[in-house]
């Protein structure tokens, strides 16, 4: 899959947009101006058609047509010059109550969120990985730091690690505040996953802390992990599961990690 790296919320990609809209308002006016020549000409003169008749046919199916232009060029202008663009990640409203079934998911938030992260110790068939085992793999993917915290857990699976939870915040890490303060959500996923090189990316609902949610299957010489990864205005967090085989179900498992790992007040 081929992921641009455009950011929805540059002024390029605003202005790109305008004139994509005004282009193609432009080529629908003249498309339906040429479609419609035959039938605004109206009939010819014959015995039960007097010439008269058929030029006052032909105004009427002409102002038809002419006022139909003007409402699709109007509203060609008016989505053209009224287009803001997805705003950066730091502006995107928090959601910021405790999930339950019977909260809704679109609450409005304060203007100041409180997080507490925390990995939960159990998700599923997924059960954290704590003490000696942790520093162990902690030793394994030493080569490059994480970013905010990681965690390990064992998985349903054979293989040692059956997935990999990384969230950080802006909290702890300035570089991150500074990125949701510059990029919009969609252009921190496609970023990430661009560079994880993965396929068939689909977006997902992300649950009732807001922002988005979206799943590929990565690049990997241990078979076909599937990668799914969260951001807000205030965290990043993703999660490499080596057991997963379908990318919905995968979705389901990473929204339980984020729900039970970050709590909102």
């Known amino acids: ?16 947009q305008a004139v994509g809209v005004l282009l193609a308002t432009a080529i629908a006016l003249v498309v339906i101006w040429i479609a419609t020549r035959t039938w605004r000409r109206g009939p010819r003169p014959t ?47 928090p959601v910021v109550q405790e999930p339950s079934p019977q909260t809704s998911t679109t609450a409005t938030a304060p203007s ?17 990985v704590t003490g000696t085992q942790a520093a162990e793999y902690e030793q394994m993917t030493s080569g490059k730091a994480p970013s905010g915290k990681q965690w390990f857990y064992d998985g349903p699976g054979q293989g040692p690690v059956g997935a990999v ?37 689909t977006a997902f609902e992300a649950g009732p802390w807001g922002g ?5 299957f990565a690049t ?27 990318l919905s179900h995968a979705a389901d498992i990473a929204l339980q990690f984020r729900t039970n790992s970050e709590k909102r007040t």
């Open 1 to 16: 899959m081929i992921m641009s790296s455009v950011d929805p919320s540059s002024e390029s990609f605003t202005d790109g």
């Open 47 to 93: 015995g039960g058609v007097t010439a008269e008749q058929a030029t006052a046919l032909a105004i009427r199916r002409e102002n038809i047509v002419r006022g139909v232009l003007l409402v699709l060029a109007a509203a060609g202008l008016l989505r053209a010059f009224t287009y803001e663009g997805e705003p950066p990640a730091a502006e995107a409203t």
């Open 112 to 128: 100041k969120v409180n997080r507490v992260i925390d990995a939960a110790p159990r998700v599923g068939g997924y059960r954290l």
């Open 165 to 201: 939870l990384q969230i950080n915040a802006v909290e702890w890490d300035t570089k991150l505040a500074e990125t949701k303060h510059s990029q919009t959500t969609t252009h921190e996923l496609r970023n990430f996953f661009a560079g994880a090189q993965a396929t068939e990316v």
């Open 212 to 216: 988005k949610l979206s799943c590929g």
């Open 220 to 246: 990997s010489a241990a078979g076909r992990p599937i990668v799914c990864a969260w951001t807000d205005s205030g965290t990043w967090g993703r999660i490499m599961l080596m057991d997963e085989q379908s």
